[in-house]
């Protein structure tokens, strides 16, 4: 049955709405959740969506004017609806690019269900009884409103939020971050000092590429930390012809590192994958949580680079007349006076949050984020997930649930195998508990890169082994959590 209408009736904290579905987060997560539930609900029933920034696109809104998507634009949607831009299946969408083709998924999604945007809201508490979940808003100019809604879901995502500039002591540089400084804006332009990116991940990859294309000549450094290798984009969205009968699709790819990961082998499993699948500037690399790059890119960036540091900043400090970047080691690298400082850090699971289950007691609340992570992405976690809410099978399938934020802290280097095992054992779960039209649904799906006759023996391999490699996964899980002393593994009643 429908939501009641609005009421104009308020409680002591705030105006009182009521709806049937309450989604809080407005990004890719929360879109796709969203358009999973305009395919359970009735054209009258009504959803409110909330997020605190003033309009749909999430972490896209706040970051750097220059990002573009990692993958080709096709396959970064919500549920299955199709891109309007009309460009090659290989372009990578800019950022403006992104933030409008969510305006479109909003768009086609009203025209299936009732949304009404709560965008400048904040959720401050929700409390969970047999007959509603109730839901507390605050507005950026301290207005409260109160949603009553049959069901929850808290598309948080990975909670990233803008970088700041690095605090540092000296006076003699200028430190900024990519989100809150453009690189090819009017002072970067305006002044020819060198540039030191600190960081050696995505962002970081970017802001070179930006600034050794924009400023050919121009002296820019990299200090990469413990390095990174990226997924190599050739080699699993080839172009052309070679999607036929080159590159690896990502499915395929999955299965076999998770079928080599047993939990306690990271390293050799890191290695394999590096060499067969990887591309890399730096010459260690440390680091790697499923960025995309090309070899076009990683030639372009390392030959307009002036010098790559394998080491971690401390601080740049003014002493005796000289500016140096003091690093972990110990040791220290003279700058100009003058040089810029660009924070590139990374923001993956740097910011600690208070435990939730994915799924709440009485499972009316679904709850998407890091802690109680079921999947390797947000986006794929809020497209299945919702499924199993409005099936009613939340608290029935027993899915893992990893806390990938404590993970992090003890082994990166684990971390994105543990991630694969966990999607890998959690999607042959749900696909033994959804109809196989979900996964037909899926625009997400990274395989849909190529043709349908390879889709397909993907997909036939997937139906025939899921089952019998389930109980590898669950060892390798079960392995994770006794060896780094963490949660992981399936709900208790409790959510504890």
Partial sequence: MPASQPSAATEEDGAVESCDVCIVGAGITGLNALFVASRYLERDQKVILVDRRQRVGGMWVDTYPYVRLHQPHGLFTAGNIKWTLGQDRTYLATKDEVLGHFDHCLDIIKQRVRVEERFGWALESDDETDAMVRITCKSSDGRRLVVHAKQLIKAYGLRIVANDPLEISSTRVRSVSPDLCDMRGDDMRASDAPVWIIGGGKTAMDTAHTLVTEYPGREVNLVAGSGTYF?????????????????????????????????????????????????????????????????????????????????????????????????RSGSTKAVRPGSWIVNCTGYVLHNDHPYEPYASDKGAVLSIQPRSATMHLTSLTGYFLPHLLFLGKIRNVPLYELDLQELRKKSKTVLPYAMLSLVEHNLSLIADSVPTKVFLDCGLDLDRWYPLPRRMVSTARFMLTHRREREHHRHTLDTLRERFNIRCGPLTKAGC
Avoid: C, K
Wanted: glycine letters at 12%; proline letters at 3%; charged letters at 25%.
């Fill in 231 to 327: 997924n190599s984009r050739d080699r699993l969205f080839p172009a052309g012809a070679r999607r036929w009968w080159g590159g690896t699709p990502v499915s395929g790819l999955a299965q076999e590192a998770t079928r080599r990961f047993d939990g306690t082998n990271e390293t050799d499993v890191g290695d394999w994958f590096r060499a067969g699948y990887g591309t890399w500037l730096t010459p260690a690399t440390g680091n790697y949580l499923f960025g995309n790059l090309s070899e076009a890119e990683n030639t372009t960036i390392a030959a307009g680079l002036n010098d790559i540091t394998m080491d971690h900043l401390v601080d740049v400090v003014d002493r005796d007349g000289v500016t140096d970047l003091v690093l």
